[in-house]
């Protein structure tokens, strides 16, 4: 990783950049192409879908893996900072998840996928956002870790507590899914960092890009699976998930700056809140509301869009300047493609 610029010097860019460059460029181009394929044959990829928890702990594991003992002092050095972040995710994303469900009028199916998608926790993806935006990229990093820690517990919790009125959700059974789905394939890819850190860095291209494949084939099953559900809602769903998205990431600004934070942890937030893991959403729709596939639709479109809404914001925003205190952003430590 490049040291860390001195004060008032430009940043360098090198290879850490066109790395990241490259993959918010072609991620969203593959997850289009994959749910253009899921959704053009559907009979090849719907038999997918009883892999996607195991794709989805691929994923995961990749985010392990990028994660080092620093990611997890930087919570302890700024807990209220990294709380404030955690209580956007988890309020704002949620609470705007029913509210656009409700006005929407959308039926119980997808209604529970688009509040679904927002009790899930940060997508990884988001600190590379936050990078291209010169945001605060430790920030980024830290929230996206913690709520993938806390995901366990507070997205059943919340996903029971804003949708239990349309289906039965079941909240202890998707416990236990995102304990094996998410939380431990993240603490064995850390476990691996520790262990074979010299392997790790060796194969540290290798991550992202299996994270992008990964999440890709995850996006061809759903969409194979809720094929006739995107013939009949597509549009409408599509018009959700934009709301959804483009709440999040103006909210989580606005967070930032009612609670007097600098210009690059504002930008750190709006990507925090406003993208989410949705390959989490898709699995437990897939898994526990298997009888309705159209529940799955949201997270899969939520997939695609996110990450081209995330590219586009971060190129707005890296053409604001910042001010002069804060020109400088931090190294772009552990930025990684994900969900």
Excluded at 167 to 175: D, K
Excluded at 211 to 227: D, E, H, K, P
Aim: glycine share 8%; net charge positive.
């Amino acid at each position: 990783m490049p040291s860390t610029p001195q004060p008032n010097l430009p940043r360098p860019r090198g290879r850490e950049d066109r790395n990241a460059l490259i993959a918010v460029t072609v991620f969203p181009l593959v997850v289009i192409v994959a749910g253009a394929a899921g959704f053009l044959l559907p009979d090849t990829f719907a038999p997918v879908t009883k892999d996607v928890p195991y794709l989805l702990g691929v994923v995961m594991f990749c985010m392990g893996v990028t994660l080092t003992p620093p990611d997890f002092a930087r919570i302890a050095r700024r807990p209220w900072v990294v709380l404030l972040g955690l209580v956007a995710h988890y309020v704002i994303m949620p609470l705007a998840g029913w509210a656009i469900a409700h006005v929407l009028g959308l039926s119980p199916a997808l209604a529970v996928g688009v509040i679904l998608v927002g009790c899930a926790p940060s997508g990884t993806a988001s600190n590379v956002m936050a990078y291209l935006a010169k945001g605060d990229v430790a920030l980024s990093v830290s929230v996206a870790t913690l709520s993938t820690l806390l995901a366990p517990v507070l997205t059943p919790l919340l996903t029971l507590w804003l949708a239990g009125h349309y289906l039965h959700v079941p909240a202890g059974s998707m416990f236990l899914d995102i304990v094996k789905t998410v939380l431990l394939p993240v603490v064995v890819g850390v476990v691996v960092r520790l262990a074979a850190s010299r392997w790790v860095d060796r194969a540290a291209a290798l991550f992202p890009w299996l994270s992008v494949v990964a999440i890709a084939v995850i996006v061809a099953a759903v969409m194979g699976n809720s094929a006739d559900a995107f013939r009949t809602s597509g549009l409408l769903v599509f018009v959700a998930v934009v709301l959804h998205n483009g709440f999040g990431l103006l909210l989580g600004y606005l967070a930032g700056k009612a609670a007097r934070l600098d210009h690059r942890a504002r930008r750190a937030l709006a990507f925090e809140v406003g993208m989410q893991n949705s390959g989490l959403a898709a699995s437990l729709a897939a898994g526990h509301f298997a009888a309705m596939p159209a529940a799955a639709l949201p997270p899969a479109i939520f997939s695609v869009w996110h990450n081209i809404s995330g590219a586009l914001t971060a190129a707005g925003l890296t053409r604001q300047p910042l001010p002069d205190d804060e020109r400088v952003p931090e190294p772009a430590e552990q930025a990684s493609v994900g969900a």
